[in-house]
């Protein structure tokens, strides 16, 4: 029944917060004793009373403690990664202040890895346990958006950010350009990982010592064609570590540091604008406003299923900076999109669903789309479809969807 309670969700925006143990320095400097962020539930937390302020509860979907392992965080995710072999668009993406933890959550130390490894090893295990009903190939890319600039990792040496531009096709939305590479196990997805990370945009600030200066875009991309009838499901999984949120004052930022912490906050600013019309349900949603919303237009629109994971320091002096990103995670999860539908072309779309819930030990609920994917507006649930409220959704995957121990084939 686990796939039936995915495709549940219904497309929603799932939000979920974690909380990262005090540093070394923190603790040296008294403030285990005075953390202002408290975890009271497995899904609340509290913001104490400071700076003439009043204290303030927060509600997520799954609040995790300074405790809580990679474990219990992919736990919360996993059951979404069946989604992309069912053809749904997929986004996992972690926001918060610069060094909150976000990098940490996605790609994790060696021998601890985050969201990113435990997600594709659980791709081409669950492709394996479908081989009989299904041929599956996997394509992947590495980008990341610098200064408002699309630069491919995958590809050493100086580039012009300019020639990298996102379009959309028939499949949805794509960078045009982009190197998309083969992948059919855990040594190439590592390879390109490290490939990928070696590139990236990052310097000191004074709130980080390697602070992410762009956002982190790790692509895959899944093909599953049934031996059955042809049919073809098309999934998309972006995995986002985003440039930290920051205030200028308090990242010492100057120069080029200046212009790219300026550029990142216009950029989440501008996620916040697509998050805010979606929540309204407004019929223009401003994916155009930047290339990160326009490349999530068919991961953050209606035909998607998108978790966001705020990390928050429970620091005293980064209390400023946890409550904005725990607003900003708080209308994140008013969101209420319409039913995600699968990306499903040529055949008998029906029995290529009905052959994967059968391969995943459950029974496909939602009608997919006989026509190649494109982007929906955003808008509301229409009229006849209905809508799981949050906490039914919770308490099912509270007791249906945990698991016990992290993927298997995790290189370590």
């Known amino acids: 029944m686990l796939r039936l309670q995915v495709l549940e969700l219904k497309g929603n925006i799932r939000v979920l917060c974690r909380v990262r143990p005090l540093l070394e320095k923190e603790r040296t400097a008294g403030g285990e004793g005075h953390m202002p962020v408290k975890v009271t539930s497995e899904e609340a937390l509290r913001v104490a009373a400071m700076d003439n302020k009043a204290e303030k509860d927060f509600e997520f979907d799954r609040v995790l403690a300074p405790d809580e392992g990679q474990d219990k965080l992919y736990d919360e995710v996993s059951a979404l990664i069946t989604s992309v072999l069912d053809g749904f668009n997929v986004a996992i993406m972690a926001y918060g202040q610069t060094g909150s933890g976000k990098t940490f959550t996605m790609e994790g130390p060696e021998g601890n890895p985050g969201v990113n490894l435990r997600a594709l090893a659980d791709l081409f295990k669950l492709a394996e346990e479908r081989s009989a009903q299904f041929t599956?190939?996997?394509?992947a890319s590495v980008l990341e958006i610098y200064n408002e600039q699309i630069y491919d990792l995958l590809v050493s040496g100086a580039q012009d950010g300019d020639k990298l531009d996102v379009k959309q096709g028939p499949d949805g939305m794509y960078v045009s350009g982009l190197k998309v590479e083969d992948v059919h196990n855990m040594g190439d997805v590592t390879s390109m990982i490290g490939r990928g990370k070696s590139n990236r945009s990052t310097f000191a600030t004074n709130m980080n010592e390697h602070s992410s200066r762009s956002h982190l875009v790790l692509s895959v991309y899944v093909?599953?064609?049934?031996?059955m009838n042809g049919s073809t499901l098309r999934g998309k999984l972006h995995l986002i570590d985003l440039a930290g949120s920051?205030?200028?004052?308090?990242?010492g930022a100057q120069g080029d540091r200046l212009k790219e912490a300026q550029a990142i906050n216009k950029s989440l600013s501008a996620l916040g604008d697509v998050i805010q019309a979606l929540q309204q349900r407004n019929a223009h949603i401003p994916y155009r406003n930047?290339?990160?919303t326009r490349l999530l237009e068919d991961s953050l629109g209606g035909n998607s299923k998108c978790v966001m994971?705020?990390?928050?320091?429970p620091a005293v002096e980064n209390v400023s900076e946890t409550k904005c990103?725990?607003?900003?995670?708080?209308?994140a999860r008013k969101v209420e999109l319409g039913r995600a539908r699968a990306n499903v072309t040529s055949g008998d779309f029906t029995s290529a669903l009905s052959s994967s819930a059968s391969a995943n030990g459950g029974s496909a609920s939602v009608t997919p789309s006989p026509a190649p994917s494109r982007p929906m507006s955003g808008r509301g649930t229409p009229?006849?479809?209905?809508?799981m409220?949050?906490?039914a959704s919770r308490e099912t995957m509270n007791s249906q969807m945990r698991r016990s121990s992290g993927p298997t084939g995790i290189l370590r």
């Open 136 to 139: 599956t190939s996997f394509t």
């Open 223 to 227: 093909t599953c064609v049934s031996k």
């Open 246 to 251: 920051e205030r200028l004052s308090r990242t």
């Open 290 to 292: 930047s290339k990160l």
């Open 309 to 313: 994971i705020v990390n928050v320091s």
């Open 325 to 331: 990103s725990l607003e900003f995670a708080s209308r």
């Open 383 to 387: 009229a006849g479809e209905s809508s």
């Open 389 to 391: 409220s949050r906490v």
